[in-house]
């Protein structure tokens, strides 16, 4: 995968949007200028193939799960419609699914996310805003096989679309829909040099509330 050149890409775009919206941060021009912190809640649902190269065993593993986070953020509108922004956010949840191999018994589970992305958006109203962000990723989990368990902070690719309406002159109330694609992740067995290989996917719907300085 050339993942990680992906993620140096993202990584320096989130920088330069960021950046470029900081000056004047004092001077706040329309309703969506300025930095907010927030917190939302959401649905997710992860997707992992696997494939046990010894015996050439597939299959897929499913759950959905509550999550909740918060997230703070700086964005500046441009030319009365075009909004450029950044956004650091952190996410809990607790999803997980088990599957067997060979009498040995494998179970996943996917704890905490941290979230850095760009934000462009266009002001549909004054008040009213559709975005989009493509961003990185970094996401704790945990294998487990019998008596074992490996933890693994797997970077990914977040591409997501949203809309944000402003409720009062400082809250605004939000909805976006994502897609995550993880780095894959092998595991030896310890008794042969056959791998367990996993590669897994996000589906997630949010919505938040924030509150703008």
Not at 72 to 98: Q, W
Not at 142 to 170: C, P, Q, V, Y
């Amino acid at each position: 995968m050339k993942l990680n050149k992906n993620l140096k890409i993202i990584l320096a775009t989130t920088v330069i949007a960021t950046a470029i919206t900081v000056p004047n941060i004092s001077k706040a021009e329309t309703v969506f200028d300025g930095p907010y912190l927030g917190l939302q809640l959401g649905v997710g649902k992860t997707t992992s193939d696997y494939n046990y190269t010894l015996t050439s065993e597939t299959g897929k593993l499913k759950d959905t799960s509550m999550n909740i986070g918060v997230m703070a953020g700086y964005g500046k509108v441009f030319s009365d419609k075009i909004y450029i922004g950044g956004e650091i956010a952190y996410t809990r949840g607790n999803i997980s699914d088990n599957f067997s191999i060979a009498g040995v018994n494998f179970k996943i589970e996917q704890n905490e996310t941290l979230e850095l992305t760009p934000k462009i958006g266009y002001l549909v109203q004054d008040d009213f805003m559709l975005y989009g962000r493509v961003g990185w990723v970094r996401t704790n989990f945990e294998t487990s096989a019998g008596n074992s368990s490996d933890d693994d902070n797997l970077n990914g690719i977040r591409f997501g679309l949203g809309a944000e309406k402003m409720l009062n002159s400082s809250i605004s109330g939000r909805f976006d829909f994502t897609f995550t694609n993880y780095e894959d992740v092998s595991y030896r067995d310890g008794t042969t040099a056959e791998s367990l290989k996993i590669d897994t996917e996000e589906i997630l719907g949010r919505i938040g509330i924030s509150y703008r300085f």
